[in-house]
């Protein structure tokens, strides 16, 4: 069965500090996409990054990346010099190839203190 | 380009009355579509998805239903709301990526 476990459930740093976001996923396919998403306050979700199994290549976009290891089953989210707008709730999220079915983890709460 | 819209916003029910959410999409032909609901706290729950008018599937069983009549127009219903219905719902459709993009959602009170 497919799984996604985000083991931090709240995280708070200080504004300009670096934290990482961890991501471990279950699934016995060998095709695969990883996801995350930013949940604001607002409620909605915002679609960060999609990966698929066959791309293991770390992903960069501007004080955001990805560090994606299959030898490990990690999908980690690292923000750099964070910023009190990175405050929400992110979710890692894991699809096969079968269907367009997401499964999520339950979502890491990450407060930026000002 | 592509857009999702939910409506309402928000909605106080009391307890026993009907329901309906209702999503859109604009810019795309045939997506999948999503309702998820997401209660006390951050867990998404799928409940139905869609991949095409009148083709419904349900992933939980429970007070809700979903129907398609067009081909990019989502509803959710109930016949009698319950307490526990209280939640954040949101729609989503998918592209052939794979990748869902989310409506604003729809934040329910049943009283």
């Known amino acids: 069965a497919q799984k996604v476990t985000q083991a931090q459930t709240e995280i708070s740093v200080v504004e300009k500090e670096d934290v990482t976001l961890d991501c471990v996923y279950e699934?016995?396919?060998?095709?695969?996409?990883l996801f995350w998403y930013k949940q604001p306050p607002s409620g909605e979700l915002v679609f960060l990054i999609r990966r698929n199994s066959f791309d293991e290549q770390n992903e960069i976009s501007g004080r955001y990346s990805w560090n994606f290891q299959k030898s490990t089953s990690s999908f980690n989210f690292t923000i750099t010099a964070s910023q009190v707008v990175d405050s929400a709730v992110y979710f890692c999220?894991?699809?096969?190839?079968?269907?367009?079915?997401?499964?999520f983890g339950k979502g890491t709460r990450l407060h930026i203190l000002p | 380009s592509q857009t999702i819209h939910q409506w309402p916003a928000t909605l106080v029910q009391p307890v026993g009355s009907p329901l309906s959410l209702e999503c859109t999409v604009e810019?795309?032909?045939?997506?999948?579509l999503y309702w998820y609901r997401q209660a006390a706290g951050r867990g998404l729950q799928l409940l139905f998805y869609s991949v095409g008018i009148g083709q419904i599937s349900s992933e939980v069983p429970q007070n809700l239903s979903a129907s398609r009549p067009q081909d990019r127009q989502f509803i959710l219903s109930s016949k009698k709301l319950l307490l526990s219905d209280s939640g954040f719902y949101l729609c989503?459709?998918?592209?052939?990526?794979?990748?869902?993009?989310f409506g604003p959602g729809t934040r329910l009170l049943v009283l």
């Open positions: 999220a894991l699809s096969d190839f079968r269907d367009d079915k997401i499964i």
């Open positions: 989503a459709w998918s592209d052939a990526a794979r990748t869902q993009y």
């Open positions: 810019g795309t032909s045939n997506p999948n």
């Open positions: 699934t016995r396919d060998t095709t695969y996409y």
